[in-house]
């Protein structure tokens, strides 16, 4: 017997909704979805699209919305990114130019910023993801994106993929479309194809050699220069002579707990729960051993707490049986604990023990990094690497606390305070809101 599914689109755009219903149609899946615009979208509060990424956009909004909507939600957000100018969705989606900017303004805009930009410089993506949320709970984030470059000047518009007719800006090599359609990311999991399969893919697909995506590596990042390093280093020091993590914790256990609770999630929530939390599961012990659905709502109000028990049971578990009880002092061994990644791994062992692994790459470094031109990559793990080679390793632990200090209170990722900020003279970042060159 077919499954039956309702699914209410967190928005009022008929036409999107008319995109997603033709999807579900031609999807292959055995289960009947019905869709339909949540009721009365727009006299719900605003949720605002700000997050440094498309996924936590989509996400956000679903969870947003089913809180207040009692059934199935789905969310997405979606747009073209390019890391030379920055790759923020607020700069690069429906929002570059101002919401009232029609696609050609948009496409006018992103050309001029773009002129005097060659080869990996006019790399970019296009990205969309989709959230579906259950009364503020994330069933599931889909994802994908297709990459390849901004040509020199618009080509005449392709016939729409589109049943809503908007149709897809023809500034960018590739068929951008292909993930607007949405068709292939129904199907298709989060996990990125590899580099050798996405360039054997792209080699199959090409007719003309001359078609080929630039797709080669971001430059080294110009503001890499040592004495520039030295300099943005100190005005940190400055300003963030005592930034330290700021998620509570007595020892290195419950920081790696809270770590692990803080994905998705603010750390003044995650202290919050953390206050009555480590009183009712004092040590490792009393987490490996907790009644799953008891500490589900222990933790609820962080978000993803079915899997997030899962990982605080698993790494528990895992440290009283493989560790002796104590939380383990290499990355190598860290990194064994279910749910815990290079960045849990670097926050645990910089703060509680004062071990150098690695530089923290969280949403704020991540965006900060791009911004002041240190990285001009967006994968965390190779941001990571890029930061590990110009900053000093005695300074990896606090230096990730400083930027983190430094996006949470100033440099946001929708209007940074750039006329509060103490780098304004070392940034050059295309959104900054001063000097004349804001973006938004
Ligand atoms: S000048 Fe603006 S964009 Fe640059 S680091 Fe400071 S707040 Fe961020």
Redesign the pocket.
């Known amino acids: 017997m077919r499954a039956h599914a309702k699914l209410f689109l967190a928005s009022s755009n008929p036409g999107k909704l008319a995109e997603y219903r033709a999807l579900a149609t031609a999807s292959a899946s055995t289960l009947v979805v019905e869709l339909g615009l949540l009721p009365d979208f727009n006299a719900l509060p605003v949720f605002e699209e700000n997050a440094p990424t498309f996924v936590e956009n989509a996400a956000g909004k679903a969870l947003h919305c089913s809180r207040l909507w009692d059934g199935l939600v789905f969310a997405d957000d979606s747009g073209l990114v390019v890391p030379a100018l920055g790759g923020a969705p607020g700069v690069h989606s429906a929002r570059y130019a101002g919401t009232q900017a029609t696609n050609s303004e948009r496409i006018e805009k992103l050309l001029r910023e773009m002129r005097g930009k060659t080869g990996s410089e006019r790399a970019a993506h296009f990205v969309c993801a989709i959230a579906v949320a259950d009364r503020g709970r994330a069933l599931a984030i889909v994802t994908d994106r297709v990459d390849g470059e901004i040509l020199e000047a618009p080509r005449g518009r392709k016939k729409s993929v589109q049943p809503s007719g908007e149709g897809v800006p023809q500034i960018a090599r590739r068929s951008f479309g292909h993930a607007i359609v949405l068709a292939p990311m129904a199907t298709k999991s989060k996990k990125k194809r590899s580099a050798k399969k996405k360039l054997t893919s792209r080699k199959s697909k090409r007719a003309k050699p001359a078609e080929t995506p630039k797709v080669s590596k971001p430059a080294r990042a110009a503001g890499t220069d040592p004495k520039r390093v030295t300099a943005i280093l100190a005005r940190l020091d400055e300003a963030y002579g005592n930034a330290t993590c700021e998620l509570k914790h007595e020892n290195a256990f419950q920081l790696l707990i809270s770590t692990i609770l803080s994905a998705q999630c603010t750390d003044v929530r995650v202290n919050q729960v953390a206050e009555t939390l480590y009183k009712k599961y004092p040590d490792a012990k009393a987490f490996a051993y907790a009644t799953p659905g008891e500490l589900e709502q222990d933790i609820r109000p962080t978000g993803f707490f079915r899997n997030k028990t899962k990982s605080v049971m698993g790494a528990s578990k895992a440290i009283i049986e493989k560790f002796g009880g104590q939380v383990p002092r290499t990355m190598e061994k860290i990194l064994t604990l279910p749910g815990v990644a290079r960045k849990t791994g670097n926050v645990v062992l910089g703060t509680a023990y004062g071990i150098s692994s690695g530089v923290v790459v969280d949403t704020h470094v991540l965006r900060?990094s791009n911004?002041?031109d240190l990285s001009r990559n967006e994968d965390p793990k190779k941001v990571e690497q890029d930061l590990m080679q110009i900053i000093p390793r005695d300074k990896w632990i606090k230096f990730s606390h400083q930027l983190i200090w430094?996006g949470r209170r100033?440099?946001?990722a929708r209007k940074?305070?750039?006329a509060?900020?103490?780098?304004?003279s070392?940034?050059?970042?295309r959104?900054?809101?001063?000097s004349g060159t804001s973006l938004n």
Do not use: F, I, Q
Not at 420 to 424: G, L, R, S, V
């Open positions: 900060l911004r002041l430094h100033v440099c946001h940074p305070k750039c509060e900020c103490n780098m304004e070392l940034c050059y970042a959104d900054k809101t001063v």
